[in-house]
């Protein structure tokens, strides 16, 4: 006898305007984008980028499916305009949506948005509510351009002045980094990690102001994050997942056991296993500045499959 593999199709809501999505994870018509994933917590997971057209805008959303097509989590989700954008108006630049709204500021830092000059979006990462981000992204792209006429390279940071506020620019060849900082002390921690982040190559399409907003909400208690550190953040998809452990009554020994090693699993491991938080939520939380002992333990249940 042969058995036939029953397809079911994932079904989640669009994280836009909440209509419920289905597409067919076997059936590439039905998806932009699929990646699939290392062994994850004892599970094959994948992400998959699917998009629908609501009148004149695309919404695109970026979801954790597992090896039985359910859906497990969100990553990001952005809408667009479907028509080109004129350049004669004004509003040329696109504030990315997401459900999140941007940090306010912090201790250090006044503002900081990504621009990309090609594509036209701009992510307000810190953005008080008072700055209109879309306008910041056009005056800052005529300042790196009129740089681009002066300079044969511009300087990285490229210091600059826009309204009363001054900003540190860099710059690749479609994405700008502006940051207006309140004093000296993250500026060093910021121009390290600048060039990751407006590198093509790290996130090619989709800008993920949560991650992002991770990133700086952590400078702020932790300077000294490392670019492979916040490639792991920006772009470690599972950190989205929802867990569902068939083993529910081994959680309380597993904790117990990966505490002896990893103290901070006291603490987080059973939500999560319990599907109760999920780990960005956990790095939201109080533990970002405790990162690097998420990220020993994520590895520690792997490399042990404690969980396969
Ligand atoms: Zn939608």
């Not at 028509?83 to 006044?110: F, G």
């Not at 511009?154 to 600059?160: D, H, L, R, V």
């Not at 309380?252 to 296993?273: N, Q, W």
Request: hydrophobic share 40%.
């Amino acid at each position: 006898m042969k058995l036939t593999a029953i397809r079911t199709l994932t079904e989640f809501t669009c994280r836009i305007c909440g209509e419920a999505i289905k597409f067919d994870p076997a059936d590439s018509q039905t998806f932009m984008t699929k990646t699939e994933h290392e062994d994850f917590f004892g599970m094959k997971l994948m992400t998959f980028r699917v998009s629908h057209d609501v009148e004149n805008e695309r919404h695109t959303n970026s979801v954790v499916v597992d090896h039985m097509g359910l859906f497990r989590g969100h990553r990001d989700a952005f809408s667009e305009p479907l028509d080109k954008i004129d350049p004669s108006i004004d509003r040329i630049y696109w504030v990315l949506h997401e459900d999140t709204p941007a940090i306010e500021s912090t201790s250090n830092i006044k503002l900081a948005i990504l621009i990309n000059r090609t594509e036209r979006w701009v992510v307000d990462v810190v953005c008080p509510k008072s700055v209109n981000a879309s306008e910041i992204a056009t005056l800052a792209l005529d300042r790196v351009e009129e740089a681009w006429r002066v300079y044969n390279t511009i300087p990285q940071p490229m210091e600059t002045r826009i309204a009363d506020m001054g900003l540190h620019v860099w710059t690749s060849d479609s994405r700008v980094l502006c940051v207006s900082f309140r004093n000296g002390s993250l500026v060093k921690a910021v121009d390290a990690l600048a060039p990751h982040i407006i590198s093509e190559t790290e996130d090619s399409i989709i800008p993920r102001r949560r991650m992002l907003k991770l990133i700086f909400q952590i400078l702020e208690k932790n300077p000294d994050l490392t670019p492979s550190m916040l490639s792991r953040i920006m772009n470690e998809d599972m950190l989205h997942t929802t867990f569902h452990t068939p083993f529910e009554d081994r959680i309380p020994s597993i904790v117990e056991r990966t505490a002896t090693r990893h103290p901070i699993a006291e603490d987080i491991l059973g939500p999560l296993l319990r599907g109760y938080i999920t780990l960005i939520e956990v790095l939201e939380g109080k533990a970002a500045s405790s990162y690097k002992e998420v990220f020993e333990l994520v590895d520690f249940i792997n490399r042990r499959k404690i969980l396969g």
